[in-house]
């Protein structure tokens, strides 16, 4: 399989997600956002090896008719994604607010051609301060309102730091959205828990009940843009499968707003600021190529 043992340098840029879900939650400080902040990023200290000046890094702008079809790669898989989630709890560690359950998961990604299998971990978002701009990953070119990573860990690996060593040792599902007229009803548990969250100022919020993981997931989520690539956060990491999937969700305009109004890290002044713009811009391929897992 091509994707695996050429690529497999290429496959090392993304597991700075879930470090982010560890090492952040009880820590705001260290790197920021921001135009300035971003171009610091590369000489943030951390407890670990820092990567953001790599050569295979993400958010990348996915070319669709640059894009590679490989047969030999099927479609995601994904197996106990429509059990429900109980007792997750989100975490705002001031770059992002994540969903974390609160016991091991049973959900797994895998795709065919790819050796290994993926448990999920940890979902989060990334968007901006209005609804045409907040995702990370742009196709051709467009930016859309926010996106989703859905953080899964290689099964093959005994612990989060030894995958964190390997450019297989995440796999990553990107997902897109759009902004409609309607709300999204499977946002809708998502959305309350951070409104309790805004209105109580807290920075973790337990969520009793939630709908099952496939139903945040767009139609059709088996189709996808594959690529080798990085952690969007510090330490940058390159040890990241991406799997962005090619058809978007869509978010209400009002759900949109409640993440508009989620508490940022505290700046210089100590003063706190909306939690909006949390997004890396696109890196350059470097000689990588992105690959479709559909004709």
Same mark, same amino acid.
């Given at each position: 399989?091509?994707?695996? $043992?050429? +690529? =497999? ?7 700075? #997600? ?40 993400? $958010? ?6 640059? /894009? ?34 609160? +016991?091991?998961?049973?959900? /797994? ?5 790819? $050796?290994? /299998?993926?448990?999920?971990?940890? #979902? ?17 070119? +467009?930016?859309? !309102? ?18 964190? +060593?390997? $450019? ?13 007229? *309607?709300?999204?009803? !499977?946002? *809708? ?12 100022? !807290? =920075? ?11 139903? #945040? ?21 390159? !040890? ?25 890290? =505290?700046?210089?002044?100590? =003063?706190?600021?909306?939690?909006? @713009? ?7 391929? @470097?000689?990588?190529?992105?690959? *479709?897992?559909?004709?």
């Amino acid at each position: 399989m091509p994707l695996v $043992p050429a +690529k =497999r340098k290429l496959l090392s840029a993304g597991y700075s #997600l879930w470090i982010m879900a560890v090492a952040s939650c009880n820590s705001v400080g260290g790197w920021h956002y921001g135009a300035e902040g971003i171009a610091e990023w590369p000489r943030v200290r951390m407890g670990t090896k820092n990567v953001c000046g790599g050569s295979f890094q993400s $958010p990348i702008n996915i070319t669709t008719n640059a /894009t590679i079809f490989d047969s030999s790669l099927g479609p995601v898989k994904y197996t106990h994604y429509s059990e429900p989630m109980r007792n997750a709890l989100f975490i705002n560690n001031g770059h992002t607010v994540m969903l974390v359950p609160r +016991k091991a998961s049973k959900a /797994t990604v895998s795709i065919d051609g790819l $050796p290994s /299998t993926y448990n999920f971990k940890q #979902l989060h978002f990334h968007w901006g301060d209005k609804s045409t701009e907040g995702s990370e990953h742009h196709v051709d070119g +467009k930016s859309y !309102a926010m996106e989703m990573h859905l953080v899964h860990i290689n099964t093959a690996y005994g612990s989060v730091r030894e995958a964190y +060593k390997h $450019p297989d040792g995440l796999l990553v599902v990107g997902v897109l959205f759009k902004v409609d007229g *309607r709300e999204n009803w !499977a946002l *809708r548990s998502v959305v309350t828990a951070l409104r309790q969250m805004n209105k109580r100022a !807290a =920075r973790r919020v337990r969520v009793p009940h939630l709908v099952s993981l496939v139903d #945040l997931l767009p139609l059709n989520p088996s189709l996808s843009y594959i690529y080798g690539g990085s952690l969007t956060t510090p330490p940058c990491s390159e !040890a990241v499968i991406w799997a962005v999937l090619k058809n978007e969700e869509k978010i209400g305009e009002s759900q949109l707003e409640v993440f508009h109004h989620l508490e940022a890290e =505290r700046n210089h002044q100590n =003063r706190t600021l909306h939690l909006v @713009n949390n997004l890396r811009p696109s890196m350059p391929l @470097n000689g990588r190529h992105v690959y *479709r897992n559909f004709p």
